[in-house]
């Protein structure tokens, strides 16, 4: 009888062993696998970019239009998201298009992964994509480190060698904080927060207020 017990726990001890084998194997295997960059990334969806009459780096539509609006706005903050998906296309429709508002889209970060996304925006501007990048971060919600943000690079036809040297370099650094410091002058605490001719309408507002807002500044400028 201890002998067939003996045999039961060397067998057991046996099967522990090859389990903690295979455990180990497949634990190398995966560590393999990151560290060869191998492991493959969700596909993002499929880039919607809109189409942004007379794009000029992070400004849109006539600069001599008679209202200019300015956005303050964050890559990682929701309701600058619901805005761009609820009210932005409106207003580049009915106002940017029709040459009545002059549209700029300032950069007003809440973090350091924001500040790298923002600086992203404008490395995209290098190559006039500035609104393709916003767009294409904006419908594909993510992290915004600097592997995503080299995903929409390519998702939208950036050079990605020279979208990754800028974004390396820091090279739109001093801009990004630029807005910040221009969004703090005009009293901006959070985002998104507009200005229009001036006034200052702070959060994601229904649609109505901003139409009232740049039909009263097209009213002053036509005094």
């Known amino acids: 009888m201890a002998k067939q ?14 389990r903690n084998q295979q455990v180990l194997i497949i634990i190398v295997v995966v560590v393999a696998v990151f560290a060869a960059g191998i492991f493959v990334l969700p596909e ?4 919607v970019v809109r189409e942004h009459p007379t794009a000029n780096a992070n400004g849109i539509g006539d600069p001599n239009a008679p209202v200019i609006m300015e956005d303050f706005s964050d890559f990682s903050c929701g309701h600058c998201r619901d805005f761009f998906l609820e009210k932005e296309g409106r207003i580049i429709e009915d106002y940017v298009e029709t040459g009545k508002v002059y549209y700029i889209y300032r950069t007003y ?66 801009v990004v904080l630029n807005d910040i410091s221009l969004g ?39 005094e």
């Open 5 to 18: 017990e003996i045999r039961e726990q060397r067998k057991q001890q046996a099967l522990r062993k090859k």
């Open 44 to 47: 993002l969806a499929k880039p």
């Open 109 to 174: 970060v809440n973090s350091q992964v924001s500040q790298l996304a923002a600086e992203g925006a404008y490395c995209a501007a290098d190559e006039n994509k500035f609104w393709d990048f916003h767009d294409a971060i904006f419908n594909n919600p993510g992290d915004l480190q600097k592997d995503y943000l080299m995903r929409i690079a390519e998702a939208i036809g950036l050079d990605t060698a020279a979208f990754e040297t800028c974004l390396d370099d820091s090279t739109y650094r001093t």
């Open 184 to 222: 703090q002058g005009y009293g901006v605490q959070g985002t998104p927060s507009f200005i229009i001719n001036g006034k200052f309408i702070e959060g994601n507002q229904d649609y109505e207020v901003f139409v009232a807002a740049i039909e009263e500044a097209l009213a002053e400028a036509e």
